[in-house]
């Protein structure tokens, strides 16, 4: 769980995967996937998800066996967060303890945290019920909840492409922020400081009633390893 050194490092922790990592550009931008180096969407059949529009819903069960519907917390802020415990930017930020920080931060204020592991079974990333709850434990990660997807159903859905790759939704239920945690792409934790940190600055737009000023920025990480 420590923090990396270099992205060299990176690159070396990738494994049962062909994606390298990427930094990838959230929908409705105009970069190409396959230009990126991962799997364009009708290679990983997802549906684009819209800011402005509303959030997809699903239901499932949490590591601790809790059902949850994204349509049960309408009348919240909720933050979704695509997570692989393997990847270097993942590291980044729980190796440093900033995203534990701002899940405090913002479940403090009444916000839903849920952290969505989209690793398909044998890939990079993919744990059980038991493993991701003493990831939790160990980090002193404080998410509302944890969601495994190894059918990469949720993920799909949301056409998540990276680890993290983050999605505010509103109290009305519509997707208000969707891509990267913060302004600095890369996978050293030194950036930290320096970076904006566009989630916590869309969440507090929300709350606050005002629009969010980047409601899309390009996510970075690694590529969700999903199975097919």
């Known amino acids: 769980m420590g923090t990396i050194s270099n992205a060299s490092n990176?690159?070396?922790?990738e494994n049962k995967?062909?994606?390298?990592?990427?930094?990838?550009?959230?929908?409705?931008?105009?970069?190409?996937?396959?230009?990126?180096?991962?799997?364009?969407?009708?290679e990983i059949r997802v549906a684009a998800a819209s800011v402005n529009k509303a959030a997809p819903n699903f239901v499932a069960a949490d590591t601790n066996g809790k059902t949850h519907r994204l349509t049960d917390f309408k009348g919240k802020v909720v933050v979704l967060e695509w997570t692989?415990?393997?990847c270097p930017f993942v590291r980044k930020h729980y190796g440093?303890?900033?995203?534990?920080k701002l899940q405090k931060e913002l479940t403090g204020k009444g916000v839903v945290w849920i952290s969505i592991i989209s690793s398909a079974p044998g890939m990079q990333g993919y744990v059980s019920s038991s493993q991701a709850n003493?990831?939790?434990?160990?980090?002193?990660?404080?998410?509302?909840?944890?969601?495994?997807?190894?059918e990469g159903r949720i993920g799909k859905q949301y056409g998540a492409r990276t680890t993290p790759h983050i999605f505010v939704v509103g109290k009305d239920g519509n997707i208000k922020y969707m891509g990267a945690i913060d302004s600095i792409a890369s996978p050293d934790p030194a950036d930290i400081p320096?970076?904006?940190?566009?989630v916590r600055n869309a969440v507090n737009?929300?709350?606050?009633?005002?629009?969010?000023?980047?409601?899309v920025t390009?996510?970075?990480?690694?590529?969700?390893?999903?199975?097919?």
């Not at 990176?10 to 922790?13: A, F």
């Not at 440093?96 to 534990?100: A, D, I, L, V």
């Not at 003493?134 to 190894?150: C, G, M, Q, W």
């Not at 320096?194 to 566009?198: C, G, I, L, R, S």
């Open 10 to 13: 990176s690159i070396n922790t």
């Open 17 to 42: 995967n062909s994606s390298s990592l990427t930094q990838v550009a959230a929908s409705n931008t105009s970069a190409s996937p396959s230009s990126a180096g991962i799997q364009s969407p009708s």
């Open 84 to 86: 692989n415990h393997d």
């Open 96 to 100: 440093s303890g900033n995203m534990q």
């Open 134 to 150: 003493e990831l939790t434990k160990s980090r002193n990660a404080s998410p509302t909840a944890v969601i495994l997807d190894p």
């Open 194 to 198: 320096k970076a904006d940190n566009y």
């Open 205 to 215: 737009s929300v709350i606050s009633g005002k629009p969010v000023a980047d409601s």
């Open 218 to 228: 390009q996510p970075y990480g690694c590529s969700v390893k999903y199975g097919s």
